[in-house]
């Protein structure tokens, strides 16, 4: 079904307490973005830095700015439906607020998206502060991608057999930042940048808001994907990604993953499959906890156990 659309795309941005970083966001993308007709969308999840005051009165250098104001903290998935529900644009392009857009890569992606139907979303090459390129998607978690994940991922040669979940190894001699090198069609694309068409996003009814942070973007994939769509990375277009930002401990992400797969194991695969994925998951937060006891130290393992008690 057509659907007429008054801009070409909306972005989606969720703040937390996260008030300066939002503003420097704000600023790259009205700076960087030109040649598409785009409007900003804020959700901000009830912060009490400020955020409110600074970002209802930024200079968006005449570009619409639309400002939603929650009363409690709603999640990620949950602020970007409401986002998605303001927007006017043909695609949404979700952001975190700690990311900066250099490049008109806002235009880039649209043009890839327009002049390829097939394709529900896409992504790009994300690189922090440092130069380093972190993880920007991956396949889809079953059973044997955990057990890879979980146990010899970290050998050289696996991810060349067992398509990874988690392609980036940040701790083990060989990092596989390759595989961020090429573009390629992916199963899931990380949820700090993703470009997704609006029409797609309804008939897969937005995002899960069963996930509060962390394997919403791989369940909203699994959505798009099922529907009959492509995902695609695009690696020779990037952003920065702070990292970290809306997530100061990082116990944190640990641990809101575990639960996040979980989530995604109910919703999406055969039950018997449930009590595998928990094993699997305490038999590779049992085996972190001890190796990095020995390398790292108590706080690391304390870290890793705390996963092990939430698998």
């Not at 920007?136 to 890879?148: E, I």
């Amino acid at each position: 079904m057509n659907q007429d659309y008054s801009l070409d795309v909306s972005i989606v941005i969720v703040n937390f307490n996260t008030k300066n970083i939002t503003l420097n966001c704000l600023s790259s993308v009205i700076e960087s973005t030109q040649g598409v007709q785009y409007e900003l969308i804020v959700v901000d999840n009830a912060s009490t830095d400020g955020s409110i005051e600074a970002i209802t009165k930024f200079d968006t250098k005449g570009i619409r700015l639309k400002f939603i104001k929650n009363l409690a903290n709603v999640g990620f998935a949950a602020g970007n439906n409401q986002g998605t529900k303001e927007a006017g644009g043909k695609y949404i392009l979700f952001l975190n607020s700690d990311t900066l857009v250099k490049n008109n890569v806002v235009k880039n992606v649209f043009d890839h998206l327009e002049a390829n139907s097939k394709l529900g979303a896409a992504g790009v090459k994300i690189v922090g502060v440092d130069g380093n390129i972190q993880e920007a998607g991956g396949y889809f978690p079953t059973l044997t991608r955990v057990f890879s994940w979980m146990t010899i991922q970290d050998l050289p040669f696996v991810d060349g057999i067992i398509k990874p979940f988690h392609p980036l190894k940040k701790k083990s001699f060989t990092k596989n930042v390759g595989f961020f090198e090429k573009q390629q069609k992916l199963d899931w694309l990380i949820g700090a940048f993703m470009f997704v068409r609006k029409s797609v996003l309804d008939q897969v009814k937005g995002w899960d808001e069963d996930y509060f942070m962390y394997t919403e973007d791989v369940d909203l994939c699994y959505k798009i994907k099922n529907a009959g769509y492509e995902i695609v990375y695009l690696p020779d277009l990037q952003i920065t990604h702070l990292g970290g930002a809306s997530s100061a401990s990082s116990e944190f992400p640990l641990v809101n993953e575990y639960k996040g797969i979980k989530t995604f194991y109910k919703k999406h695969y055969p039950v018997w499959q449930f009590p595998i994925l928990r094993l699997m998951l305490k038999i590779g937060a049992l085996g972190r906890m001890i190796l990095f006891a020995i390398l790292e130290g108590r706080q690391t393992a304390h870290i890793y156990a705390k996963a092990f008690k939430t698998a």
